[in-house]
């Protein structure tokens, strides 16, 4: 699996002096229905790190969770910023 690190997301990374990435996919209830989320953390895994792929990324260290499937086996981690609020993305999960 390849993981690309656009540009303002290293800048936002450095800023936050993070060295690593969390990709995973979480469950959100919406109106009774489950729709999977993707999520991206600026840090480790916290627990459960056998359940993650490494992958090294220039200077970071990326972690997919394990039963993330990718479009044309690429993930894009992107920076997305809405008024006040900035945070990470992640595009090219497959569900």
């Not at 959100?28 to 895994?45: F, L, N």
């Amino acid at each position: 699996m390849n993981i690309n690190i656009d540009e303002k997301a290293i800048e936002y990374l450095k800023k936050h002096n993070s060295t690593a990435v969390t990709i995973d996919v979480i469950g959100c209830s919406s109106w009774g229905v489950g729709e999977p989320q993707p999520t991206v953390s600026s840090a480790e895994p916290r627990k459960n790190k056998e359940a993650y792929k490494l992958i090294k990324v220039g200077d970071f260290d990326v972690y997919v969770k394990n039963n993330i499937t990718a479009s044309n086996d690429t993930l894009l981690v992107k920076y997305k910023k809405v008024l006040f609020s900035e945070k990470l993305i992640v595009e090219g999960i497959v569900f």
